[in-house]
């Protein structure tokens, strides 16, 4: 059954001294509009299948042509962590998923960072997934026992509707020496380069490419292990650790989904939102006073207090998000685009 969540959105003060858009507005009285979300279960563990049988959860998307593709992390009796496939046509409703893994890593040792990351004992997690032109690009987190890192993969975009994955190269593009997680490829390039989003507190990063190759020991410097307080002025978090799925390009700038503490509860994981203007995507224009999602609710699962979202797409004039509830299973909230839009910023 869905469970309808109604959210209060607003902007907080103060991020940006550009103006607001006059045409996102919450009303002549500038108070905050209250958005609600349908919530509904998408994917669960199967527990005849001994790969995901434990957990599925945190699935990245990405839609091509008329369905939405999805890559989730699942969990199953060896405790290593990989990526199964399924899709949909309406975003809502699977209409595929497959039996066997999409993606897996060569984990030699088991590692204490994946147990406390997601519950597991290594592998990839994580999955951010976007379209640019002809190849579909992933990020993800690579966990082993030399730590967290990123990792970056592409397949042609007819390889991967085809499910070839065997076409795809695994590669690390963080330091090893370091933790690192949340790092997201923007869906089209920004003036003819690629633009990797690899931090956002205490504030955004991006970097620039010609290409995603990384030949040799080309690798990107970033912060790490997140920042208390985030630096950011006002608001809901405490701990800022990072962004979820990749920026949605939208009229009014990029929509970016992240997570944090809240100040008032640092042992839970929370979604926010923000805008980022759309020529200078370093700078935030707007950001939801509250978080738009929350653990709260979740009765069952590994982790009752964490939210984590990898994955959103529009389809039909909505905002699809889906995330992990409680790094068990995968949830999808969905609302008018529009609306959404409309209560996240303030009229000047």
Known sequence: MSVCKTLDLGRTSPVSSSPPDPSLRNGDDGAAKRVEWETRPLIDPRRDLDFECWQTFNAGAVAIGDKVHFLYRAIGRDSISRFGYANSSDGLHLDERLDKP???????????????????????????????????HMTYTVCDDSGLGVGMTAIPVDDFLAKRWDHARLRTISPRAEIHKNWV?????????????????????IDYFDDLEFEGEALVRSYHNGVLNGGWKGGWEGWIRGAGPPPIRTDHGWLVFYHALPR??????????????????????YRAKEPIVTPWDIADGVKLNVVYTCGAVTKDGDILLYYGAADTRVRVAHTNLDAFLDALARRS
Request: aromatic share 8%.
């Open 102 to 136: 999409a993606c897996q890593y060569n984990l030699v040792r088991p590692s204490f960072y994946s147990y406390v990351s997601g519950g597991s004992s290594g592998g990839i997690e994580d999955p951010r997934i976007v379209r640019i032109e002809d190849k579909v």
């Open 185 to 205: 490829l923007f869906p089209e390039k920004i003036g003819g380069r690629y633009a990797l989003m690899h931090s956002i507190s205490p504030k955004i990063l």
């Open 264 to 285: 008032n509860r640092l042992g839970g994981y929370c979604i926010g939102a923000m805008l980022l203007d759309i020529d200078d995507p370093t700078t935030i224009l």
